[in-house]
């Protein structure tokens, strides 16, 4: 049990240039798009998330990544690499054989993290949330958590964070009606390492119904709502990801469709409206619209596609589902 003595014995940091970025779920609700890429380097309007959130991070002073890593690794330290090319340090914290949870991946990360305080983010999220604010409220109020929150207009959807008039964290509850009035976690926070560092390394642990519910209970006042109405576009589901990119293709100026790196495309294939990921091959006379087309589909001449998700399958094979 972590006591409360224990958890204020550690000072906060009032600058921050470092952030844990969660990196290792599974995504079963993207499947099939996240069987092919860990849902953080799947790409957004050209670009992958992770590449998007670390250009965010760096854009506000946040230049000591870790990420976290359990599925499909390769998939993000090839497009992110040592950050460098984006004045990053990211380093890799590796979760085998298991993946270690909200609290226990922290843990884990602590060392390579070597900071008192620092940012957790989701590597599904993506937000213009406004860091020195959030980080700002964190230092003067003496907390050990600040959850980034916004109204949850769409409580049959999301379960939501409870504050009482001081903004203190009172509780969560799952989506429904009980969510109604609550608050939406937008997947920032600001944490004190003294919240993780006394459980066990290399073992699940979960935040939000665990460590954060016993910190309630046994320290009120320490967990607290940063509220603000900021933008964040959720990347949870095949539909999600759709409605996420065509938003940033809108915002960007990007007309018709996305294309990845690699790509051939015959000059009189149609491709209208669609999300093409990297070495896609579109041949002769061959139609695709509204669709999202992983990496490697070939698209044989004169095939036809409309609304569907492409895989590539055994061989030149196209593997086809309805997004």
Known sequence: ??????????????????????????????????????????????EPMIRRIIRWLVSCGITDLVLNLHHRPETLTAVV??????????????????????AGGPRLALPLLAADTFLIVNGDTLTDLDLEAIV???????????????????????????????????????????????????????VNASVFASLRPHVPHPSIGGIYDALIASAPGVLRGFTCDTEFWDVGTVADYWHTSMAFMRKEGQDGSSVGRGAVLDPSAQIDGSILWDDVIVGSDA?????????????????????????????????????
């Open 1 to 46: 049990m972590v006591t409360r003595l224990a958890l204020l014995a550690q000072p906060s940091s009032g600058t921050i240039r470092h952030a844990l970025v969660l990196t290792a779920g599974h995504g079963t609700r993207l499947r099939p798009l996240s069987d092919i890429r860990a849902k953080p380097a799947i790409p957004v309007a050209g």
């Open 81 to 102: 690499g040592d950050g460098a090319d984006l004045s990053a340090r990211v380093r890799y914290s590796w979760e085998q054989p298991q993946v270690l949870g909200s």
């Open 136 to 190: 700002a409220a964190h230092t003067a109020s003496e907390a050990l958590v600040t959850l980034a929150l916004v109204p949850n207009r769409e409580f049959s959807r999301y379960g939501g964070v409870q504050l009482d008039d001081a903004g203190s964290v009172i509780g969560f509850v799952r989506r429904g009606p009980a969510a109604a009035g609550s608050w939406h976690y937008i997947g920032v926070q600001v």
């Open 287 to 323: 139609v695709v619209d509204r669709c999202i087309v992983t990496d490697g589909v070939s698209i044989p001449a004169g095939a036809r596609y409309q609304d569907a998700v492409l895989v590539a399958g055994d061989g030149s094979t196209v593997q086809a589902t309805a997004r």
